[in-house]
């Protein structure tokens, strides 16, 4: 039996996870439930689950959770702001997290779970972004597990042989993380200057949060991934490749240098990474319909338009330079999106506000996590100063 912590509960990846947690009541326990100020929704997944802890992220929410609680008869633990999601990533309650907080909010939870030694299912891309020799130090720290749930880390994991000192020596040649190509496929930027908000988060194949829509419009989200996939694999950047499939049936593909290429193919539904994480070795049933190639009939494939979507070179660019260039791209991509989701920056501006912060990168990465917060403040506020000038 595994006791599971979600951090990020009312999100799409939350209620993936506990939708595949409900189907295996005799595997999985649900002990922790942590959310950023839904406080009914988090209500109604304590009356549903009865977690030992509820924390909701933000502090001012805290006594209505309580109240709430209280009056639905549910006797469990409450905390709230930052003190509150460490104690739930890394507690006795739990021996599994996991770590589906958007943004720069989940990194202090997600390393304190690392430290403490947890199974980390991990949906943060930003915690590696910003933080990944960090996350790396805290891992071997504690000693436990690091698993990937977002679809494309958790195929390349599956495609991996079980045991590996590094990609050289398990004959690897290449990485290659598939894309959809988002609602834009296609189209050249010329296509792109009046983008609405709706328009950017109607994403042909996945069902997701407006933020992560949007960075898979503009392809940040797959940038994010290759940043993502060199701390997690120690991948050179140079073995790591994007290419868009449209269908989002191959998740990713792994290339051996017998010539072998190693695919994880599924319908495009987040719950079958979860529940391979969650049972990890074994296997589980996840709720998911039965992949019928029949029905697919075709599988293709296009190479990434780096012009149109500049938001993913500015991650290869990123990557490359080293020092605090992650945490600015992360940073600045943040903001951009925010501003853009508001209406006061559009489509095509999110890419110039990322380039224009890259170019204050420092050369030195952060050495802790203060300084790491320190860099990802000071990329913000240069951020917001770009959009305040880009939007007029």
Avoid at 185 to 198: C, F, I, N, S
């Amino acid at each position: 039996m595994r006791s599971i912590a979600v951090l990020g509960a009312t999100g799409s990846i939350g209620a993936s996870t506990l939708d595949v947690a409900a189907r295996h009541p005799d595997r999985f326990r649900i002990t922790a439930l942590a959310a950023h100020r839904s406080v009914d929704a988090l209500i109604t997944l304590c009356t549903r689950f009865r977690p030992a802890l509820a924390v909701i992220a933000d502090p001012a929410c805290e006594a209505d959770l309580r109240s709430g609680l209280k009056t639905a008869g549910i006797d469990c633990r409450v905390a709230s702001g930052p003190d509150g999601l460490v104690e739930a990533a890394s507690g006795s309650h739990c021996d599994t997290v996991v770590a589906a907080i958007v943004g720069a909010a989940g990194l202090a939870s997600t390393l304190a779970a690392a430290r403490a030694g947890k199974r980390l299912l991990l949906a943060n891309k930003e915690a590696i972004v910003m933080a990944g020799p960090l996350l790396a130090a805290a891992l071997r720290e504690g000693g436990g597990d690091l698993l990937p749930i977002d679809s494309e880390h958790n195929a390349v994991f599956q495609c991996l042989p079980a045991k590996r000192a590094d990609l050289s020596t398990a004959g690897v040649r290449r990485i290659l993380l598939t894309a959809s190509g988002g609602p834009f496929r296609g189209l050249k930027a010329a296509d792109l200057g009046d983008v609405t908000p709706e328009r950017a988060c109607a994403h042909p194949n996945w069902r997701m949060g407006r933020k992560i829509s949007v960075d898979s419009a503009t392809l940040m989200n797959k940038g994010l991934e290759v940043i993502e996939a060199h701390y997690l694999f120690d991948a050179p950047v140079e073995r790591i490749e994007v290419v868009v499939h449209p269908q989002s049936i191959i998740h990713s593909l792994v290339e051996y240098v017998d010539g072998s290429v190693l695919a994880q193919l599924g319908n495009p539904d987040m719950r079958t990474a979860i529940a391979y994480a969650l049972a990890w070795p074994e296997r589980v049933e996840s709720g998911v319909p039965v992949l019928d190639l029949l029905k697919v009939a075709r599988l293709d494939f296009e190479s990434a338009d780096l012009l149109t979507f500049r938001c993913l070179d500015l991650a290869f660019g990123a990557l490359n330079a080293g020092g605090n260039a992650t945490t600015v791209l992360n940073a600045a991509n943040e903001e951009a999106v925010a501003a853009f989701l508001e209406g006061r920056l559009s489509f095509l501006a999110i890419a110039e506000t990322i380039e224009r912060c890259l170019a204050h990168a420092e050369a030195t990465a952060p050495a802790n996590l203060a300084a790491v917060l320190d860099a990802d403040l000071t990329a913000r506020t240069h951020a917001q100063r770009i959009i305040a000038t880009l939007s007029g």
